[in-house]
């Protein structure tokens, strides 16, 4: 008993450590280049780094003709072909009679068949007629998913939260060489970069560090220096399916089944008032 236990605190602590250790993402983007790498627990699952080791290459051996063997072959094969075509020529056509005497036998047992198969299917189409299956209408179906929707709300909204972005860096210098051109692409870099920052930090966790874009007249190319790096455990995904379970089980799935019991409550002493007063 103390080694099964022991077993299984082994294989929880293991399944805790796998749902607490962060996946890592680090992405940089600075003069043209881009840098991005994507870790579990200080293994390199996605790289830019990465280069695809050239395979060596295995040296083929000539294989020598024979041309002594490949005649034999020939000649065997050729002897077989015309060996065969006279067996087929001096064999005499014989007509069957097993087919035609086994016909009528046959004829008999599929219309046993076909009587069998169309009573079966009365009988299934009879017992359908009986029991008609219930469609949900329009309203129901919609019903179902605004309470499926409000359900997930907050496990959704944790999951979203879940992703961290830290060390946010962003250096942008905006440069044209006309003045008009380069002020309206300031302020649309400008609306971009903040608007942006804000919505992002509404949906995932946001923490910036360096945000600045300035503006340069009189230069040809704009720079652009941005990096961060995200976080994300499996642990809140997890979470959040527990919490999306729950929350539809308590607060969906056991009101509607107490509602229907409740109508099928009530139809029966509806009928059985009936019959009392017939």
Not at 156 to 172: M, N, W
Not at 198 to 222: D, M, Q, R
């Amino acid at each position: 008993m103390k080694i099964f236990l022991i077993i299984l605190a082994i294989i929880l602590g293991l399944i805790a450590l796998i749902l607490i250790i962060p996946v890592k993402a680090k992405f940089s983007y600075k003069g043209g280049k881009m840098f991005y790498v994507v870790k579990y627990a200080f293994y390199p699952i996605i790289s830019s780094e990465k280069k695809d080791k050239p395979k060596k290459e295995k040296k083929k051996k000539p294989k020598k003709n024979k041309p002594e063997k490949i005649k034999k072959n020939k000649k065997k094969k050729e002897k077989k072909k015309s060996g065969i075509i006279e067996d087929k020529s001096d064999k005499p056509h014989i007509i069957s009679t097993e087919n035609t005497e086994q016909k009528p036998k046959t004829e008999e047992n599929t219309v046993s068949d076909k009587k069998g198969e169309s009573s079966k299917e009365d009988k299934s189409d009879e017992k359908s007629s009986d029991k008609p299956k219930k469609k949900k209408s329009i309203s129901e179906k919609i019903e179902f998913f605004l309470d499926i929707w409000n359900a997930a709300k907050k496990p959704v909204r944790r999951i979203f939260k879940g992703f961290k972005f830290t060390k946010v860096h962003i250096d942008i210098k905006v440069s044209d060489e006309d003045a008009y051109d380069c002020a309206l692409k300031y302020g649309r870099m400008c609306f971009a970069v903040y608007n942006g920052l804000e919505l992002a930090n509404e949906i995932f966790t946001v923490k910036p560090e360096h945000i600045k874009v300035y503006c340069v007249f009189a230069e040809e190319k704009s720079e652009y220096d941005i990096s961060f790096t995200a976080r994300f455990r499996l642990g809140t995904a997890v979470c959040a399916g527990i919490m999306f379970l729950l929350t539809y089980y308590f607060k969906i799935h056991r009101p509607n089944k107490k509602k229907l019991k409740n109508k099928k409550s009530q139809k029966r002493k509806i009928k059985a008032s009936v019959r009392k007063t017939a």
